[in-house]
């Protein structure tokens, strides 16, 4: 289920972002984002004395906001702030643990030109995750990249509706409960959001 959603999420990546050449100008433009969605987390592992087993992640929610700030008529800088939450389980079914992670997300758009009112974009860059889980488990801040791909709509002169589809990868980080380790962590995810973009000026 979790690879069909992801291919199909990735096809549609390809088609938005499949424009060509110049772009709308947003130099000395800021724009404001709030977005929601959905999250497919990568699977995680627990370590039960010398046998390690898989953890099993739910897709889950995620939402947050940024900014937006056009550096020149192709380029623009973005910075966004996420939450998301989902569940794991073991094979048999039983809750490891609840996870949450805040992804920081610092990186850069390409604006291809506009097409029937749209204007997709490509953009890529480094990500901050404070990860953190329940049942008494600690889990390790890392550092990621992403690749991400999405559309504005202008319904008004200011105002966008906008859907981004976003790859984060990570290295795994360790799960530790009362000091000892008890399984690895895998942060990275496939996230697809909608939300609203307005531009101040």
């Known amino acids: 289920m979790k690879k ?3 291919l199909s999420c990735i ?4 088609v938005l972002t499949a424009g060509a050449a110049l772009a709308e100008d947003l ?3 800021l724009g404001v984002t709030g977005r929601i969605g959905f999250l497919v987390p990568f699977d995680s592992e627990a370590i039960a004395g010398v046998s390690i087993k898989n953890v099993s992640t739910d897709t889950g929610f995620i939402g947050g906001g940024g900014f937006l700030y056009g550096i020149n008529k192709n380029i623009a800088a973005e910075f966004d702030i996420t939450s998301s939450g989902f569940s794991g389980d073991t094979d048999s079914g039983k809750n490891f643990a609840d996870f949450n992670v805040i992804n920081l997300s610092l990186g850069a758009q390409y604006r291809f030109k506009e097409i029937s009112g749209f204007n997709p974009y490509a953009g890529a860059g480094l990500d901050i995750l404070v990860n953190g889980a329940t049942n008494g488990l600690d889990v390790d801040t890392t550092v990621g990249v992403h690749l991400s791909g999405g559309v504005d709509y202008f319904i008004m002169k200011h105002l966008a509706i906008t859907g981004e589809m ?3 990868i990570a290295p795994s980080t360790d799960i530790m409960f009362n000091g000892g380790k008890v399984g ?3 942060p990275s995810s496939f996230n697809m959001t909608f939300g609203l973009r307005y531009f101040i000026n």
């Open 4 to 6: 069909n959603l992801l």
């Open 184 to 186: 690895n962590f895998d």
């Open 27 to 29: 130099t000395g433009k």
């Open 11 to 14: 096809t549609l990546l390809l």
């Open 166 to 168: 976003k790859l984060v």
